[in-house]
């Protein structure tokens, strides 16, 4: 939506979240650091305005609650947020809390809702940073393929009487984070009506690792690590269901999340033929992009980020281990349920690679499924070449140490 862009964007080597925000952003927070306190938020306070904005929306479910009162905990304790990032995370907490109630009376009024089938699904796993992105929008292209476009996954209810305005909404929003950030797409390229991560759905429900991303809450990804993912996933399933009644489509239903290589078998409970594609890259290059993605980010919402000891943060997370298990799950399954793809061979050959990958899955990419993915590789070709500059040394990390600690990871998929 709107023209495109004409010249290409530059994301830094991240030093200080000061450095990467805009002037009139940190002028806000400096004077919000000598205004009075704007007092302890709560879980139950952004629920009511919820409520309020959206009336007759009933009550949120009480794991749902218990989700937000986590999170507004870790927020208030652990994430040293600015004033703008207080009144930011608020303000999508409070619409997130909306779009959970919105849901919730969606499947109360029409329970056919929660009898919808889905299409058979593809999950896109492997860290982030591995080139997922560049897969999930390659598999768009093919006609029987559902994705969700990123208005789709953020507003997953459609407007009862009012006109359809939710991509034109969602534009409006991204065009904001461009004024916070202006070379953030530079990192993580979005569109409106582009595929894009489900992530939304599980904030719809305050039950995701990805929030540890945007703001640094160790106390949350503590409480979420000890509940059972069944719960996240179950309404993850039937908000599937949702999008798919209102806008049926597709033979399959590739599915974008970070974070699922962490639930593989919660996913495989849930979605018994589930099939996956999981990516990989050289993990110091992808930690050192993580890394970038994670201070970029949380400098929307904090001044206090130190580079140096996010590369220790995340090599000391659930991240190492969560692949390894992974990798056991998906070597557990029959042939035709995995396709392994590396990010080099990907860039080197997009729909070499993508064919590979739909034989692995016992599918066949069709001509106009080529055709399609070659028109879309040559209009990213005519796009501004974005930079993205991160090193792991800039984020406390050695390359080699970082590639030791996965040395079986590596030496098997040749990184």
């Not at 499947?107 to 009898?115: G, S, Y």
């Not at 004024?179 to 530079?186: C, D, F, G, I, M």
């Not at 034989?359 to 590789?377: C, H, N």
Request: aromatic share 8%; hydrophobic share 40%.
């Amino acid at each position: 939506m709107g023209s495109e862009r004409k010249k290409p964007l530059r994301a830094e080597q991240f030093t200080t979240a000061r450095k990467v925000q805009p002037w009139w952003y940190r002028a806000t927070n400096g004077v919000g650091r000598v205004l009075p306190s704007l007092g302890t938020p709560s879980a139950e306070a952004w629920f009511a305005k919820a409520k309020r904005q959206n009336p007759g929306v009933g009550d949120p479910k009480p794991e749902t609650l218990a989700a937000l009162q986590a999170l507004v905990g870790s927020l208030h304790e652990d994430a040293a947020l600015s004033f703008s990032g207080r009144i930011a995370a608020g303000m999508d907490c409070v619409r997130m809390a909306g779009e959970h109630l919105l849901i919730e009376r969606a499947i109360r009024e029409t329970p056919a809702i929660l009898d919808t089938e889905i299409p058979s699904p593809i999950f896109l796993v492997g860290w982030m940073r591995t080139g997922t992105t560049f897969v999930h929008r390659l598999l768009a292209q093919d006609p029987d393929t559902r994705t969700m476009p990123y208005w789709e996954s953020m507003y997953p209810v459609p407007p009862k009487d009012a006109k359809d305005e939710r991509p034109e909404q969602l534009a409006r929003v991204l065009k904001q984070l461009e004024s916070l950030s202006p070379n953030y797409e530079a990192i993580h390229p979005m569109g409106a009506c582009e595929p894009e991560e489900c992530v939304a759905l599980f904030t719809n429900i305050f039950r995701t690792l990805q929030y540890n991303v945007q703001y640094r809450v160790p106390g949350y990804v503590e409480w979420l690590q000890g509940q059972d993912p069944r719960i996240a996933y179950g309404q993850y399933r039937q908000q599937l269901q949702l999008v798919q009644f209102h806008r049926p489509h597709g033979v399959r239903f590739a599915l974008k999340d970070p974070t699922h290589s962490v639930f593989l078998d919660t996913i495989l409970e849930l979605f018994p033929d589930a099939r996956f594609v999981f990516t990989h890259r050289d993990p110091a290059t992808t930690m050192s992009s993580l890394c970038s993605l994670y201070a970029y980010t949380r400098a929307l919402f904090s001044d206090d980020i130190d580079p140096l000891a996010l590369g220790p943060e995340l090599m000391d997370s659930y991240l190492p281990a969560s692949l390894e298990r992974a990798l056991d799950i998906a070597d557990g399954l029959a042939p035709g349920r995995v396709a392994h793809v590396r990010h080099l061979d990907v860039r080197r050959d997009p729909i070499g690679s993508m064919s590979k990958a739909y034989r692995d899955l016992g599918m066949e990419l069709s001509d106009p499924t080529r055709a399609a993915m070659q028109a879309m590789l040559e209009a990213e070709s005519r796009k501004p070449r974005d930079i993205h500059i991160h090193s792991p040394e800039g984020f406390g990390l050695r390359a080699e140490g970082v590639r030791e600690q996965l040395a079986d990871y590596c030496q098997r998929f040749d990184l």
